[in-house]
């Protein structure tokens, strides 16, 4: 039954919560796309089933954001016809393995999951209580009504949003998932749920690797240590020269460079952080390091310099997906015809899950 064939199965996907930015190009994107090439089979799901599991109550968030981050990711150079563009909620089989998975997971293991805490943290989910928070009674009462439920706790389906993406990566037996550090607790968690799988019912699934970028985490341009939507302090793949330049000429530089003249820091600097990344030029950057901490050179010079360069970057990915737009027809049907192509792979995989574990039934 075990088909151990040593190919290369590349699964990745994003959460249509917003349109992608350059942590998610540095983070993963440009992986994908050097993947694509090197693989035997490559899929990109749009979790929005994912989505919803932080997203509830505002469906019409995910599903408008869904066509953008196919386009995104096409503008990017992900080719449809390397790579497998799939939607998530049109898979049903992922929530059935989603299911079966349930059992090979404890409660603990993903509250004490290091992405799910911070994840959690960050938006307002609390963890390690179901009391109220407040001591005053009156105040308890209040927060304890249902519709505020998120306050005191932690929804279900988020806390096993690790299960389901396990689902997502096993349910095409994907070996080589292309991810931002902040999820390798996530897939470590994956591996957990293949080796009890295979325990428990015979050799289905392979491990899962996991492939990180030199990048792995960009700094937002106010300096904060993740850059995200909710903190503003990102740069979009489809921002125009304008925007661009807004976000750059409003970056974190040293807080103590006040005069040309004096010298500055360069370590923090998120315009030097910037410029070591994404300029190709690497002596012109050091030159430019050791006139800064000497003194002598401006923000506004550097900060000129990094437009330029993010603008060389970013303008190609904004004129194709311009170019995309115009057809968004095109672009549904790219999502529609892999979401076909992709179920009809996971429900060969689910058909070797169910005989592995005994619930094959009517189908002789
Ligand atoms: N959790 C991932 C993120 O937030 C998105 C995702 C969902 C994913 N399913 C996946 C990534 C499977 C890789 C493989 O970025």
Redesign the pocket.
């Known amino acids: 039954m075990t088909d151990k064939t040593n190919k290369t199965i590349v699964?990745?996907?994003?959460?249509p919560t917003g349109r992608l930015h350059l942590g998610h190009y540095v983070g993963s994107i440009q992986n994908r796309v050097k993947l694509q090439n090197e693989s035997d089979k490559a899929y990109y799901?749009v979790?929005d089933v994912?989505a919803l599991t932080d997203n509830a109550d505002n469906p019409e968030k995910v599903r408008s954001n869904v066509l953008e981050i196919v386009l995104d990711n096409l503008a990017c150079g992900v080719d449809p016809a390397k790579t497998t563009f799939f939607l998530?909620s049109q898979i049903p089989e992922i929530a059935e393995l989603t299911v079966f998975f349930m059992n090979l997971v404890t409660v603990q293991q993903l509250s004490h999951n290091p992405t799910i805490k911070s994840e959690a943290k960050e938006k307002g989910f609390n963890l390690s209580s179901n009391r109220v928070f407040s001591a005053d009674p009156l105040l308890a009462s209040i927060i304890s009504k249902p519709e505020d439920i998120f306050e005191q706790g932690i929804p279900l389906g988020f806390l096993a949003?690790p299960v389901s993406?396990a689902a997502?990566?096993l349910a095409f037996k994907a070996n080589t998932?292309p991810?931002?550090i902040d999820?390798l607790p996530?897939l470590e968690q994956a591996n957990k749920i293949a080796n009890k799988f295979n325990a428990f019912y015979g050799e289905v699934f392979e491990k899962i690797n996991h492939i990180t970028s030199d990048v792995s985490r960009l700094v937002g341009t106010d300096g904060n240590a993740k850059m995200s939507k909710s903190l503003g302090n990102c740069i979009y793949l489809s921002d125009s020269y304008e925007q661009i330049s807004k976000q750059v000429m409003s970056m974190y530089t040293d807080p103590n460079h006040l005069r040309v003249e004096g010298p500055g820091q360069v370590e923090g600097n998120v315009v030097f952080t910037y410029l070591d990344i994404f300029d190709p030029n690497k002596n012109e950057v050091e030159e430019l390091k050791n006139q800064y901490r000497a003194g002598g050179l401006g923000d506004v010079v550097i900060k000129k310099r990094l437009i330029e360069v993010l603008e060389s970057i970013i303008k190609p990915i904004r004129e194709r997906r311009e170019e995309l737009t115009k057809d968004m027809i095109m672009v549904e049907k790219i999502l529609e015809d892999g979401t076909n192509s992709a179920r009809a792979d996971a429900s060969l995989v689910m058909g070797e899950v169910k005989t592995a574990m005994k619930i094959n039934y009517f189908n002789k």
């Open positions: 699964l990745t996907g994003d959460r799901m979790a994912q998530q949003y993406q997502d990566i998932v991810v931002g999820q996530v």
